[in-house]
């Protein structure tokens, strides 16, 4: 078995804290009995994202490693969560991946929370509006 990890993970497990936890999250992809070349197993082959955010990935308008975070100033929260190739959030501080954005954002506030207009790219689009823009295409 053979485990590649993206240099970006790779820089952020160096830069985390004594104190801090980094979840990384392991997918297995099964390839079928014709994919074995030389000992090596499906390697190349990519995962395709499943649930509420795979159109938006299939689509180019979010990508596999993406951090999303949201600010609720008033209530003093705020969140960061990192997009996953098979669609779902790794919200930093639970153990568990998220299949859509308002199980993420209700994970952190506490309530039922919208995590389409909760939570925002990285330039500062919330997921609601990469919606819309995924329609107008």
């Not at 308002?102 to 506030?109: C, P």
Request: a negative charge.
């Amino acid at each position: 078995m053979s485990l590649h990890f993206d240099s970006s993970l790779v820089a952020r497990l160096a830069a985390a804290g004594p104190d801090e936890t980094v979840h990384i999250t392991l997918s297995i992809d099964v390839a079928p009995d014709n994919a074995h070349d030389g000992g090596v197993c499906g390697e190349g082959r990519s995962i395709a994202p499943q649930g509420p955010l795979a159109e938006l990935m299939l689509k180019g308008l979010l990508k596999a490693g993406d951090t999303l975070s949201f600010q609720q100033p008033r209530a003093g929260r705020e969140a960061v969560a990192t997009v996953t190739a098979d669609g779902r959030l790794i919200v930093e501080g639970k153990a568990v991946p998220f299949t859509s954005p308002s199980k993420a954002a209700s994970a952190v506030t506490g309530t039922a929370s919208n995590g389409w207009a909760l939570w925002r790219t990285a330039a500062g689009q919330t997921l609601d509006a990469l919606r819309t823009q995924l329609h107008q295409l």
